[in-house]
């Protein structure tokens, strides 16, 4: 398994600031990926943290609004940039465990950090 | 074009098992089928994965239909404390390894 910690896990912000969520793993993972999640919604993946070179992107999500770092194999960090309301959602990080040449391990998530955006 | 289409919502007796259905029409064929479960306020939960055999482990059953289009996972003595949302998810295969999530199905538990 793996035991993966967000920082913060909660946070008000103001509108137009921006924020940058933490993700520690207890071990080294390959894979490390970012999701978002709409008040009511399902998941919605915002991209795949690379270490040692930039985030793939999903479309829709653009490095502007979302830059990642991944500067080792167990620490991320998402910042939501230019907050407007809409941002308000869980962002939740996730890490990809097991092996296999069609990648069949288990996607892990975090506890989410929950942004309100006044 | 959804991935992956599940009901909305479901009710299930408390000690029955519950069936939860999954359609994935357009699974290739190098995609598993994965389940997850998210309690309310937490992230989600992994519960079971498979390719085109049946699979059982200590919280579900898998049952894969033999053309890959469906899928049912089985809770089968369901507890309150199964109350959730399932998600049902496509794993892609090779360098882009992403489970892309559904709308899931709410999974209520009665007493």
């Known amino acids: 398994s793996a035991v993966i910690s967000q920082k913060p896990s909660r946070d008000i912000c103001q509108r137009g600031t921006s924020l940058t969520i933490q993700c520690q793993v207890d071990s080294q993972v390959t894979m490390m990926f970012w999701y978002r999640q709409q008040p009511g919604q399902s998941l919605t993946l915002i991209a795949t943290a690379n270490q040692g070179s930039e985030a793939t992107y999903e479309s829709g999500f653009v490095i502007d609004k979302f830059p990642i770092s991944r500067p080792n194999l167990t620490f991320s960090t998402l910042t939501v940039s230019n907050m407007s309301p809409e941002d308000s959602s869980i962002y939740l990080c996730?890490?990809?465990?097991?092996?296999?040449?069609?990648?069949?391990?288990?996607?892990?998530f975090g506890e989410g950090s929950r942004l309100t955006v006044l | 074009d959804a991935k992956t289409t599940q009901p909305p919502s479901m009710d299930c007796a408390e000690g029955r098992a519950a069936n939860l259905p999954c359609n994935h029409s357009?699974?290739?064929?190098?995609?598993?089928v994965y389940w997850y479960r998210q309690i309310h306020s937490q992230g989600p939960q992994y519960i079971i994965h498979?390719?085109?055999n049946n699979e059982t482990n200590e919280m579900a059953s898998l049952i894969i239909t033999e053309d890959r289009k469906s899928s049912t996972l089985i809770l089968p003595h369901a507890t309150l404390r199964d109350t959730a949302v399932y998600y049902c998810t496509r794993l892609s295969s090779g360098s882009a390894r992403q489970l892309t999530f559904g709308s899931g199905t709410q999974l209520t538990v009665l007493p």
């Open positions: 996730s890490v990809m465990k097991g092996s296999g040449s069609l990648g069949t391990g288990e996607l892990f």
């Open positions: 357009t699974i290739s064929g190098n995609e598993y």
């Open positions: 498979g390719l085109k």
